[in-house]
Every structure is written in structure tokens, then in C-alpha cells.
């Protein structure tokens, strides 16, 4: 038995996109500890991309704006476990529509902010409540937040990530007069993904971030991944409505003197 303890257990993955993803790390981490892994995507395009990343794994098809799409995932999910359960479920999806730029968070539109706060956010709430009759009682949730840097060029999606960070303790609360069963979130330092690739002038915090952290050298998405699996298994039962800050050490290190030097110094 490995130290994650996962074997032949079910866990349903979103958010897989391409390798670079997140959730790609986990799925794959997961099977290599003998867990079962389901998938749940947005689109049939993105069906076809976990195909090809993992052939032959059950995938299900969720657009997470509609309520009856999540319900009925829900339902299938059931009917496919029969009287198995579903020991972990990783939340792994966020969207903004930037198509604008990224603007001060003062002229966000509304339909924007309400779009981006609903698959990124409320699908957490959405989707928990679609499964509460399938988790094992003591499942694990994780979701995907940020670290505290406020990046400014995150837009609006900073005060959906805290949104997201809220949720995590009010679901904790809520499920808990039933079960035993736990929602966690893991707040991430900048990763080099594609998905952050297409924010305007992420790469420069990107590498920003890297010169802040202890080691000098940038956050790895595996390692974000690796938190991920410890906290999907029930190694990590003692932890629960949290969110674990995953950035090597950058938070601890915003006046790293080599950084605050070259911000500081005047050319002559």
C-alpha cells in the first residue's frame, strides 16, 4: 500500500486541460498510487483532449453554468459508482473573460464578474451539494485558490479567489452536520500553466515571484499537485476548512533585499 492510501478508491478530477495543467498532475499521480480516477470537463473539445492524456478513463461532460448539467452529472456519477462511493473530488476550473484587457477592478461589468464567479466559485457549491449523496463520509474536496499577492493584473478573479477561499470554510461547516466529510483549499504561488499564460502580463509576475521565493527558483505545478493528492487522501484527515499556502516561501520574502536593490537603485 502506498503512503497515500488511494488505492482502488474513486476520485473525480476537473479542470484537466493539457499536461502543464494542474489537474493533469494529480489524475496522474493518483493512477500511479492504483486510485480510479473519473473526469469531468466543460466540452466535448476538452473530452477530446483527456482522451488522448488518459484513453479509456471515464470522462462525463459538465457545463457548470447550467444547473441541470451539474445535476445530471450528478445522477450519472451515481449510477456509475452503483454502491461504491467517491472518496475525493478536486475542483480545478476558474475563467474571466478578458477579451477587455485586464481594466481597474473599479469598471468590472457585472456580467463579467457574475460569469467568472460562477464557474470559478459557485460550481464548488453547485457540484458538492450535485455528489452529497455519493462522497464516502469521510471524502475530501480540494479546490485551486491563489496565494495572498493581490496581483493587480489578475483583475477581477482576486476577489473571486477570496469568494472561493470563503466557500471552502462555509461548505466545511455546512456538510459537516452529516458527514465527515472535507473541503480544503491550496492557495498557489504563479505557475507557469497555459491557462495563466493567457493573462495579460502574468509572465512578468511569473518570473517576479521566482527572484521572491527562498530557493530562487519558481514554483513547481507537480508540487502544487503533490499538496493536491495529500490532501484528496485521508493522510491528511486533521485538516479541514483551510486553505495551504503552496509558493516556496515567497510570502515570507516580498523584501528580499537582492529584489528590493535592483527596485531601488538609480541609474547615474
Not at 466529510?181 to 507557469?192: D, E, H
Not at 485538516?239 to 547615474?268: H, K, P, Q, W
Request: hydrophobic fraction near 45%.
Amino acid at each position: 500500500m502506498s503512503f497515500l492510501k488511494v488505492e482502488n478508491k474513486h476520485f473525480l478530477i476537473s479542470g484537466v486541460s493539457n499536461k502543464k495543467s494542474i489537474a493533469y498532475f494529480v489524475a496522474q499521480e493518483l493512477l500511479l498510487n492504483g486510485a480510479k480516477v473519473i473526469f469531468s470537463v466543460q466540452s466535448a473539445d476538452h473530452a477530446g483532449r483527456v482522451e488522448k492524456l488518459f484513453p479509456g478513463s471515464k470522462i462525463y461532460l459538465c457545463d457548470v453554468e447550467n444547473e441541470a448539467s451539474v445535476k445530471t452529472l450528478g445522477t450519472h456519477l451515481s449510477n456509475f459508482l452503483g454502491t461504491e462511493k467517491l472518496q475525493g473530488f478536486l475542483h480545478s476550473m476558474a475563467f474571466a473573460n478578458y477579451a477587455e484587457g485586464i481594466k481597474p477592478f473599479h469598471e468590472t461589468k457585472w456580467p463579467d464578474f457574475a460569469q467568472a464567479a460562477q464557474i470559478s466559485c459557485f460550481s464548488l457549491t453547485s457540484m458538492s451539494n450535485a455528489f452529497k449523496n455519493i462522497f464516502a463520509a469521510d471524502a475530501s474536496v480540494v479546490t485551486v485558490s491563489i496565494s495572498n499577492t493581490r496581483a493587480t493584473n489578475y483583475g477581477f478573479m482576486g476577489p473571486i479567489k477570496a469568494m472561493l477561499d470563503a466557500t471552502v470554510a462555509y461548505l466545511a461547516k455546512s456538510f459537516s452536520a452529516t458527514s465527515k466529510v472535507r473541503f480544503n483549499a491550496v492557495c498557489s504561488g504563479p505557475l507557469k500553466t497555459s491557462a495563466s499564460a493567457g493573462i495579460p502580463g502574468y509572465v512578468d509576475n511569473y518570473l517576479f515571484a521566482e527572484k521572491l521565493t527562498l530557493r530562487k527558483v519558481a514554483l513547481a505545478t507537480a508540487e502544487v499537485a503533490d499538496t493536491i493528492c495529500y490532501l484528496l487522501s485521508s493522510r491528511s484527515s486533521g485538516i479541514n476548512a483551510t486553505g495551504v499556502l503552496v509558493d516556496a516561501g515567497m510570502s515570507c520574502n516580498y523584501f528580499d533585499e537582492a529584489v528590493v536593490a535592483a527596485a531601488s537603485r538609480v541609474d547615474n
